[in-house]
């Protein structure tokens, strides 16, 4: 299979991402609905909301996955098989489920409704794949510590109607499979139920018991010690060997993430998947959103790569605004008369241009643009198209 017949996914936390993985060629995109969904505090569409970018995605020949992914409890059960029926009714291409009883009671009471496996249920051999695919699922998603070698035994192994789903970019978790305590234990919000307060991302110090006070860094680092914060998955270099390995469809990682984040790289791989950019210029676009050093996990079966060194996150480029009809600019960061901008346009690199003049709303000129959500004139290169992303290099 040809990497342009590969599906692309990406993730939304608002309509404003829903916006930009269409826009910068995503093929569908997954994101949480207002129930049993895991980044449920923050970035929850309800039915409305999930029902408009329904329509919004159909209408651009997209697709729509909803996460109904939490481990469910006794009391959540009865509810699923209604949940599962209204997003149906919706138009919704598919759910992505992890609790085998979740899965049994929707296949049960909306017997129609596609279902993909999620990767917090941690599938790991093709006999475990045989028996979701027996019990309706269409797709799973790949537990995140397999190998390529490992994908490709499930993939010659698996039911002929099964597909294969994995993850190629964004944040990994150091527990297995994402199934995580740590959060709970210390800040009293689980990972698990969709509050994860990102714990493992805190910064640690040694202490002995007998000297209260003294903390010693088990890195010598002065932000402490990382060892519990993961690299990022980045998989430019290897997307042939995951379609040979089996692979329909490709994940992005970051329903938490900005517009920004999703565009950018959405963009970089719908790019290097149609042959229009190559790895190294799609890793320079990459770099320009901030992430944590990347690796490419357990996929070349080396899962100490995913250690973290102490250098924190990378972040180069800052989100200047997006693109708004006759040249103007919806602002997000402040930027300056003679700053160096970069514009991103769907199937393309970055392209540098200088603000030769800024002016505002009110039709007066001005040396710098501060006020975030502004409207802004300036001077664009010639092809910019609307919803174009703006960004400046970090000084």
Known sequence: MDL?????????????????????????????????QMRAE??????????????KLHQAGKKLFVTVNCFANND???????????????GVDAIIVSDI???AEIKSKCPDMEIHLSTQANCMNYKAAEVYYNMGIKRIVLARELSLEQISEIAANKPKGLELEAFIHGAMCMSYSGRCMLSAFLAGRSGNRGECAQACRWNYYLMEEQRPGEYIPVIESERGMTILSSKELCCVDILEKLVDAGVVSFKVEGRMRTPFYVGTVANAYRSLMDGKINSKE???ELNT????????????????????DDNGYIRDYLYVGNVREYGRVLTRNAF????ELEVLT????????KVERIVNSEGESIERSSHPMDIVEIDLPEGCLTGDIIRKKSL
Do not use: W
């Not at 923050?42 to 329509?55: I, K, M, P, Q, R």
């Not at 959103?289 to 790569?305: A, D, L, M, Q």
């Open 101 to 103: 009883g979740a899965i």
């Open 282 to 284: 799609a890793r320079d």
């Open 4 to 36: 342009k017949d590969i599906e692309l996914l990406m993730p939304s936390g608002d309509m404003e991402c829903v916006d930009a993985a269409i826009k910068y060629g995503a093929d569908a995109v997954y994101l949480g609905g207002p129930f049993m």
């Open 346 to 353: 769907p199937g393309s690199v970055g392209r540098s241009f």
């Open 42 to 55: 923050h970035v929850g569409f309800d039915l409305d909301d999930v029902a408009s970018a329904c329509n």
């Open 76 to 90: 959540e059960i009865p509810k699923l098989g209604t949940y599962a029926k209204n997003l149906q009714m919706i």
């Open 336 to 339: 300056n008369l003679g700053d």
């Open 289 to 308: 959103v901030s992430h944590r050093p990347f690796c490419t996990g357990f996929y070349e079966g080396k899962p100490s790569e995913i250690a973290p």
